[in-house]
């Protein structure tokens, strides 16, 4: 692809916008701008931003001098909406840049602060953009217009490359991982692994999804065979294996964001952590004690703000079958950052939620107690811990099973779930031979624990422990092994099988924030398909499904992807 060096006109980059070519307006992400940022007294610099009805946008210009003239339009402006009586002064530089001035002046000039122009791409720029939410304000001497939405991701986050075998590949950044540890401030340095969706510039109903080729793309500089490092994808591309082309856009995406335009709040002192787990000591506890901290704060309501939906089984609601009866409980909420939270429903025998104080005793719609807030906080917590370990990609829709009691895989009956106890849950390991099984404890059954796996795994039959209870009934006879489905089997374990590894929770994780914003775009998805899901009419059954499955089909083929 061949990078625009002619200097950038408005008036012309606005007919090439109305034109919607998507592959002509890539060669202008590498025009160069000039991008307005405040520096306060203390040398501190962040982005001007101006707020043109409800959308904020940076500033930039084709010209420092151009930029030069716009801030003192606007400062002229404001000095006289201070003083009235004075005179108007000064001539306009262009219908538009001086329509969205008198739009925005207020919005722009900070008192205190000295005007810094600095030299960015419009590739950079737009990049920043898309991270924080904004859009871009553009002017020259002639012209000016402003944008947002999608573009930003174009110019921004999107490069043609090249594959192994030479042919055209459209790659955006679709993930740039951020990491945190209990021990160190910058563990690891923003973007050392990315997620790079295989995608297209025009649509083409026709592409076969299986054969996109998304991959995870980390930097073999680092020794990922460190414990203490997030476990990498299965199939992932080390940096220096990729073409000339490919290591510069990964570098490119690497760079850490601007700093938010939004001032830092202040953030009041951290209460002491009440979380205790007497498997866990309180040294391994420092990194889940924050991570706990955000879903206590940001994802999780008071308890009367959590819904359990409680249905019959289809086959139940005519009250003429002597088969068990099944409830389906659904788990929802609107967290207090205001988005909605919607999980997958668990079945369980309705005998066993009226025989729990702790969950409702009837169908219908039921709020939460405090007993079981506690517990939906900490089962949370946990699932996003172990999330945090690695890049598997999840819509989290599972990511509360377990928390009601339910059927033991290798057991005879249900396990009942002791609300009141604390220990559990709590991240653990199942050592199988050379492989590591993480697990969430759910409960104690006499001397094993009720384990849930946290990861798809298939484990071969000579590394399942003999001491397994029913070992025989788990393997496969076909591929003599044992598969374990994540957030699905109830396994009783013995505890002498069960540790808690000191690497495991002072190890270095994908950070709180992107976890919260893959848990954010997840619960979206979800929320859309139980509105669907919930539709009764019944014209619209029949072809419903097709779509639920047509939008599932879609996003988990951009969001999942089909890697290398």
């Known amino acids: 692809m061949t990078i625009s060096t002619t200097p950038l006109s408005v008036n012309e980059f606005r007919q090439e916008l109305s034109v919607s070519n998507q592959r002509k307006m890539l060669t202008w992400a590498g025009c160069e701008l000039r991008v307005a940022f405040w520096r306060t007294v203390s040398g501190k610099e962040r982005p001007a931003v101006i707020k043109i009805n409800a959308q904020r946008y940076y500033v930039a210009s084709t010209s420092a001098d151009n930029m030069q003239t716009w801030f003192a339009r606007i400062q002229r402006e404001k000095n006289l909406q201070e003083s009235p009586g004075d005179e108007t002064s000064g001539d306009s ?16 000039f900070e008192e205190s602060s000295e005007l810094v122009i600095k030299s960015l791409s419009l590739a950079e720029l737009a990049r920043n953009a898309h991270i924080h939410q904004l859009g871009i304000h553009l002017s020259d001497e002639q012209a000016a217009m402003y944008f947002s939405g999608s573009i930003m991701t174009l110019w921004g986050e999107t490069a043609i490359l090249e594959d192994k075998k030479g042919q055209e590949i459209i790659y955006r950044a679709a993930e740039v991982f951020t990491f945190e540890s209990p021990d160190e401030p910058d563990p690891i340095p923003y973007g050392a692994v990315q997620y790079w969706h295989d995608g297209e510039l025009e649509y083409n109903p026709d592409r076969d999804l299986s054969k996109q080729q998304s991959l995870h793309v980390f930097d073999d500089q680092w020794d990922w065979n460190s414990p203490l490092f997030p476990t990498l994808p299965d199939k992932v591309q080390a940096l220096s294996s990729l ?10 995406m690497r760079v850490p964001p601007l700093q938010s335009p939004e001032p830092e709040p202040v953030q009041p002192p951290a209460p002491e952590p009440s979380y205790q787990n007497a498997f866990v000591g ?26 359990l939906t409680i249905t019959k089984d289809a086959k139940h609601r005519d009250k003429r079958t002597d088969s068990t009866e099944r409830w389906g409980i659904r788990i929802s909420f609107t967290t207090p950052m205001g988005f909605n939270a919607v999980f997958d429903p668990d079945w369980l025998d309705a005998s066993l939620c009226k025989a729990n104080t702790t969950l409702p005793d009837t169908t219908g719609v039921h709020h939460a107690s405090d007993v079981l807030r506690e517990r939906i906080v900490n089962h949370l917590a946990w699932s996003f811990f172990q999330h945090g370990r690695g890049f598997v990609k999840t819509l989290f829709g599972t990511a509360l099973k377990g928390l009601l009691p339910n059927c033991i895989t290798n057991g005879y009956g249900a396990f009942q779930l002791d609300y009141a106890d604390k220990r559990f849950p709590c991240l653990a390991r199942f050592q ?68 808690f590894p000191d690497h495991w929770y002072r190890g270095i994780r994908v950070s709180n924030q992107h976890i919260k914003s893959q848990f954010i775009f997840g619960m979206r ?20 499904k097709w779509i639920i499955a047509g939008c599932a089909a879609v996003v988990l083929g951009v969001i999942l992807g089909v890697s290398l």
Do not use: W
């Not at 073409?243 to 490119?252: I, L, M």
């Not at 092994?481 to 540790?499: A, F, G, N, Q, V």
């Open 93 to 108: 530089s262009g219908e538009g840049y001086e329509k969205s001035s008198k739009k925005s002046s207020e919005e722009s």
């Open 243 to 252: 073409s000339s082309n490919a290591q510069a856009f990964f570098e490119r």
């Open 282 to 307: 309180a040294d391994n506890l420092a990194s889940f004690h924050s991570l706990r901290g955000m879903v206590d704060q940001d994802i999780v309501p008071p308890a009367d703000d959590i819904t």
């Open 432 to 499: 199988c031979g050379e492989l590591e099984v993480a697990v969430l404890l759910l409960g104690q059954d006499k001397g094993n624990y009720v384990c849930m796996p946290l990861k798809f795994e298939e484990i071969p039959e000579a590394d399942l422990p003999t001491l397994v209870p029913r070992r025989s009934e788990l393997i496969s006879m076909e591929s003599k092994s044992i598969i374990l489905s994540e957030h699905h089997h109830r396994l009783i374990i013995p505890m002498s099988l069960i540790d």
């Open 525 to 544: 998805f979800n929320t859309m398909i139980a509105e669907m899901e919930n539709e009764q009419t019944t014209t619209a059954r029949f072809p419903l």
